[in-house]
T-cell receptor
């Protein structure tokens, strides 16, 4: 099973809302990632969790708050977003950060901020 | 700074043709290179991973080659089919002499295979 699942598939939120994106994998991977992808652009790394600890934060605004409750789950909490935050949010996982193995991506959550 | 370029940006071919997608990177100090496929509005599907010590990888009708010294990789698709229509992204992982960097993506090649 090489599946990474993400919920919800679509999310529309106002600038004052609080919402969360969820990502799950059952491949035993110990590295999990959040990427942001704007239309017609490549994915951009936001966060890396390695063994449930945040190891990389690519200078992401604090209105995005990641959380890794356990080795299979990764959340992205959203608060006071801006319309320019509308994008496809992709979760990925790999065996470990340093293994050099493939990253597997989920189907993404399409976020629209009104 | 590592930069990844994919040429062409878009490609349209008739069904059955063999084709090559190109990826170039500016810093040859890479740990590996990964090719992905992305359908519109969807996530990325991993196609092939080539380690820096490898020259090529094959999976079905796909063959990816890597020439690290010249900073190039190609993805060869044999006997293309309409179902191959998608955007193809390459991404390199930088080698910092023992530690690894993030995946750096190219902007992709949008492939359209006409029936």
């Amino acid at each position: 099973d090489t599946e990474v699942t993400q919920t919800p598939k679509h999310l529309v939120m106002g600038m004052t809302n609080k919402k969360s994106l969820k990502c799950e994998q059952h491949m035993g991977h110990r590295a999990m990632y959040w990427y942001k992808q704007k239309a017609k652009k490549p994915p951009e790394l936001m966060f890396v969790y390695s063994y449930e600890k945040l190891s990389i934060n690519e200078s992401v605004p604090s209105r995005f708050s990641p959380e890794c409750p356990n080795s299979s789950l990764l959340n992205l909490h959203l608060h006071a977003l801006q319309p320019e935050d509308s994008a496809l949010y992709l979760c990925a996982s790999s065996q470990t950060w340093s293994s050099g193995r493939e990253q597997f991506f989920g189907p993404g959550t399409r976020l629209t901020v009104l | 700074k590592q930069e990844v370029t994919q040429i062409p940006a878009a490609l349209s071919v008739p069904e059955g043709e063999n084709l090559v997608l190109n990826c170039s990177f500016t810093d040859s100090a890479i740990y590996n290179l990964q090719w992905f496929r992305q359908d519109p509005g969807k996530g990325l599907t991993s196609l092939l991973l080539i380690q820096s010590s490898q020259r090529e990888q094959t999976s079905g009708r796909l063959n990816a080659s890597l020439d690290k010294s010249s900073g190039r990789s190609t993805l060869y698709i044999a006997a293309s089919q309409p179902g191959d229509s998608a955007t193809y992204l390459c991404a390199v992982r930088r080698d910092y002499g023992g530690s690894q960097g993030n995946l750096i993506f190219g902007k992709g090649t949008k492939l359209s295979v006409k029936p």
